[in-house]
């Protein structure tokens, strides 16, 4: 055999030698020409389907070739197509190619011819084109004669897909019109008598399709195009099963293609490659497959989505052993029911042994969830609730993979009755009556959970406290209450919830008469609201307590009023207490106890309060009263009371609206009402006063007043009263003023002319006369009485004395003196010439003199001066001494700085007495009285002056904190 291997291969050797070409005369290469080319023409695709052979030794070499294929239309000239095919041939391998066209292969006709050429490694020097094949023609329709629109068929295609269309005429170069849903498309000549037309992007219109029509004038034809959506890929392709029977595949198919069924649907097939078998799936998002008996675990599918103009793959590969969701078999049997116990049990499939399970168990009661787990198909439920509806459902998965739970099994039953548990929330109101007490005592049905059954009554016991107990036991099935007359010694009552399995704790209460009557007479305390409820806070009980109860009607204005209470514990003294029950503008009333150890009750406070205030059901009424320029009364009357209404009665609030807007004072707050007019608020906070004085308005101005009682809800009903002020003063108002004051004024003047000594002997009095003045008793005078007098002309001044700094302006006779030095003690400025020797002391007299300031002087001083005396040669009129002086004082004013500030004294004498006429030259031989030197003010401060100091004084002049009592 294998001899004869090597001698076809020789064989072969040598053929090829003689059918190739040499060249250069030193290298060979190989050529295999083609032959037999096949063109066929499919018109659904709309492809050429060409089909060529070689030489067999090609097939033999399993030689790598390449193929030419030249493709032109309606003539040889016209080349659409030039395309290399590469392959590798095999024996017995068909050579095949396919072209699709863009234009109908029906419009024209079709040329094609191939060569080809080696391309094989083993064989380099054979990369040599071979000649071409004759052409091979695909006819078209164009030179049939005949009126045709092509393609011709029904088309489908998808959206957004290019239409070329051709129309052929029976004649050459034919009139020709192509419209495409009534719109005119624009065609490409290309021959006298084809022409073609393309739409580009195509739309789904409708499901019924798409017209396109040519049109040559004389006759019209046409074809159908359908348009749909683009084939998806099946998505979340996924296959389970139930009962590992059965597998159940699904998948998302994805957008509709909108193509009509019964020409073009949408074909899903499911292939399974470890059993290489297929199955053609009914619906497009779900198909079944049986499982194989011999129970293979492992699948590789492959689902198929395909068209006629598309198709789509999608695998999956799994065991089915994972993908399992149990189903449970019939209802869940429920057993040995309890008051506290029942037992589940249920069935599921698959029921296989190498499969294990995990079951999922829930409880309903009342809006609680309990769950469970459990590996096994039965569960005893514990610890339910005793005669209660139950609701139970059980779900199971696989253990060791999950895949998917099963779907709820649910079962509902009641449990069975047990006795009561726990004891009555129970409370009393306790009223005084003839002989003893009224009791009502009321108690909270026990809910579910504690009921645990049919509650059938309630036992209530009266047990009288005392060296001879007394009781009284009877019960009530109906009712929440009941009510007896006891007397004046403590009671112990009791009270039990029955059912039929039993009765509940008793719960008791303590009613004696000194609890009732100790706290009687207490104050009841305003407490806010919260909106959907009322706080309360109280003081901690000092004695030793249980707990405290708040108690109240829901309805207290309704004669069944709804009795409530509230229990807490004994470190609780704050609390919100809230009732569905509970309304806005309704006052509630709260009494808040102490619960002792030994359960005896007593009042520790009230409280009174709204959950949420509103206004007062009232509407004052205004009365404009004293109405003046700036001013006026606001007087009103109303039935608004503190009575439990809609809230606390606090005041009235004043509204005063200007028509114009402005300012309000600042006893007022500003208030903007609805039309945006700034106005004035008045806070009246007394309910009993009814009057208000408004001040501070403008006059002649408009103003709306309105009255309304506020509580913390809000203000009630209110009109508004407008009034418009008069001008600055009322012309009667005036009249009725000024005429009395004018009359009252006259009749003054005329009574004051008639007593007019009277008057100035009381208000101006004379000016004592010096000559009448008990002063000169004192004295004794030498000659005329009358010169004793100081006249003005007979006081020469000798002397200033400054006594502190200060800076004046002083302007005397027609000089102005400019003072400025800083003195310490005082200076004098001498006005008057002085002799070496004293005269000798003589009695003086202190002189008030009132005309001049006091300010620096001490009028209870009094010193000896004496008299310095003038020229005896010559007689100096005042005048002209003191312009002599002046002279002298402002020559020295040269060297005084300025800033400073000094204050001037004047010191002046009297004249001192003399013989003779009082204008007779003085007599210096005659000892002369001294008179008394007194500081006067003789001009303002601020005169700067440089004066001789304390020490060069002259001893004629004494300083003023020298003067003693007078001599």
Not at 16 to 31: P, Q, V, W
Not at 59 to 72: H, V
Not at 438 to 451: D, G, Q, R, T, Y
Request: net charge negative.
């Amino acid at each position: 055999m294998a001899l004869f291997l090597t001698l076809q291969t020789v064989f072969l050797l040598a053929l090829m030698d003689f059918s190739t070409c040499r060249s250069n005369g030193s290298s060979e290469y190989l050529i295999y020409p083609v032959k037999s080319v096949n063109v066929s023409m499919h018109s659904d695709k709309q492809c050429l389907d060409i089909e060529w052979t070689v030489h067999p030794h090609a097939y033999t070499l399993n030689l790598k070739m390449i193929f030419q294929i030249d493709i032109r239309r309606t003539t040889i000239s016209n080349t659409i197509e030039n395309k290399n095919f590469t392959t590798t041939l095999k024996p017995n391998a068909t050579l095949q190619w396919f072209w699709h066209s863009m234009l109908p292969l029906e419009c024209t006709s079709h040329f094609v011819r191939i060569r080809s050429m080696v391309d094989d490694e083993r064989f380099p020097e054979s990369r040599i084109w071979s000649s071409w094949s004759s052409w091979v023609t695909s006819k078209g329709q164009d030179s049939s004669g005949e009126f045709h629109i092509f393609p011709f068929d029904l088309i489908y295609v998808e959206e957004g897909s290019n239409v070329t269309f051709c129309c052929i005429s029976e004649t050459d170069n034919e009139k020709m019109e192509f419209f495409y849903e009534a719109r005119s498309i624009q065609g490409r000549k290309l021959s006298p008598r084809l022409t073609m037309f393309e739409v580009n992007n195509v739309t789904f219109l409708k499901e019924e399709g798409s017209n396109a029509l040519c049109d040559v004038g004389k006759e019209i034809t046409g074809v159908v195009l359908y348009v749909g959506g683009v084939l998806e890929e099946p998505k979340d392709f996924s296959c389970e099963t139930r009962d590992l029977q059965t597998l159940n595949c699904t998948w998302d198919p994805g957008r509709d293609t909108l193509l009509p069924e019964r020409h073009l649907s949408n074909h899903y097939s499911l292939f399974e490659w470890f059993s290489q078998k297929k199955v053609d799936c009914v619906h497009r998002n779900w198909c079944t497959w049986q499982l194989a008996p011999d129970m293979q675990d492992m699948y590789n599918f492959t689902l198929t989505a395909e068209n006629k103009l598309r198709k789509r793959r999608t695998s999956i590969l799994f065991n089915v052993t994972h993908k399992v969701q149990p189903k449970l078999v019939g209802e869940i049997s429920i057993k040995n029911v309890g008051a506290t116990e029942a037992t589940l049990t249920w069935q599921i499939i698959p029921n296989q042994k190498r499969l294990s399970f995990l079951c999922q168990i829930e409880v309903y009661h009342d809006g609680k969830t309990i769950q469970y787990n459990t590996s096994n198909f039965k569960f005893t439920l514990r610890e339910l609730q005793p005669y209660t509806a139950q609701s139970v459902r059980v779900r199971c998965g696989t253990a060791n993979h999950f895949w998917k739970w099963s779907e709820w099994n649910t079962k509902n039953f009641t449990t069975k009755e047990a006795a009561p548990s726990g004891a009555l929330d129970v409370w009393r109101i306790v009223e005084p009556v003839s002989g003893g007490y009224k009791v009502k005592i009321f108690w909270k049905p026990l809910p579910a959970f504690k009921a645990n059954g049919k509650i059938l009554n309630y036992n209530i016991t009266f047990e009288k406290l005392g060296k001879v107990p007394e009781v009284d036991s009877f019960s009530e099935s109906d009712s929440s209450s009941t009510e007896k007359i006891i007397g004046q010694q403590p009671y112990q009552i009791s009270v039990a919830a029955i059912n039929s399995a039993g009765s509940s704790t008793s719960s008791v209460i303590v009613v004696s008469g000194d609890s009732e009557n100790s706290m009687q007479n207490i104050k009841e305390d305003r407490v806010n609201g919260t909106g959907d409820g009322i706080y309360l806070s109280w003081k901690p009980d000092p004695r030793e307590t249980g707990g405290y109860v708040v108690d109240w009607c829901n309805y207290p204005l309704d004669a069944v009023c709804d009795f409530q209470w509230k229990k807490f514990s004994s470190n609780t003294t704050s609390a919100v207490i809230r009732s569905a029950d509970f309304q806005s503008g309704v006052r509630y009333n709260f009494r808040i106890y102490g619960l002792s150890t030994k359960h005896e009750a007593y009042l520790l406070e009230k409280k009174t309060g709204y959950t949420q205030e509103l206004g007062l059901d009232c509407k004052p009424k205004v009365i404009i009263d004293n109405l003046a320029s700036t001013s006026l009364t606001l007087t009103w009357n109303d039935n608004c009371t503190d009575e439990p209404q809609n809230g606390f009665f606090k005041g009235y609030h004043i509204y005063v609206k200007p028509e114009k807007g402005g300012s309000c004072d600042p006893e007022t707050e500003k208030h903007i009402f609805p039309d945006n007019i700034v106005g004035c608020l008045y806070t009246v906070p007394n309910t009993k006063r009814k009057t208000f004085n408004v001040k501070k308005l403008q006059s002649n101005s408009t103003y709306s007043f309105e009255v309304k009682a506020y509580t913390g809800g809000g203000d009630s009903l209110g009109d508004f009263i407008k009034v418009t002020t008069g001008t600055h003063e009322n012309t009667s108002l005036m009249m009725t003023i000024i005429f009395p004051m004018a009359f009252f004024s006259l009749l003054l003047i005329i009574g004051l002319n008639l007593k007019i000594q009277w008057v100035k002997e009381k208000c101006f009095p004379d000016i004592p006369d010096p000559y009448k003045s008990s002063v000169l008793s004192l004295m004794k005078f030498k000659g005329n009485i009358h010169q004793a007098i100081l006249n003005t002309n007979d006081c020469i001044p000798d002397a200033i004395e400054v006594v502190n700094k200060s800076e004046i302006n002083k302007t005397w006779g027609s000089k102005t003196l400019l003072v400025g030095n800083e003195v310490t003690k005082p200076a004098y400025l001498y006005l008057l010439p002085t002799g070496k020797d004293p005269l000798p002391s003589q009695p003086c007299i202190c002189f008030e003199n009132f005309t001049y300031c006091q300010a620096a002087s001490d009028p209870g001083s009094c010193s000896q001066i004496q008299i310095i005396p003038t020229d005896p040669t010559r007689s100096m009129e005042p005048s002209e001494h003191l312009s002599k002086v002046e002279k002298d004082y402002i020559g020295s004013l040269g060297n005084i700085p300025a800033g400073e500030e000094a204050s001037l004294n004047y010191v002046s004498q009297l004249a001192p007495t003399m013989s003779g006429d009082k204008y007779s030259s003085p007599n210096l031989t005659e000892p002369a009285h001294c008179s008394e030197y007194k500081m006067q003010m003789v001009m303002p401060t601020g005169m700067a002056l440089s004066f001789t100091p304390e020490g060069d004084r002259p001893s004629s002049v004494a300083s003023l904190d020298q003067i003693e009592k007078p001599c």
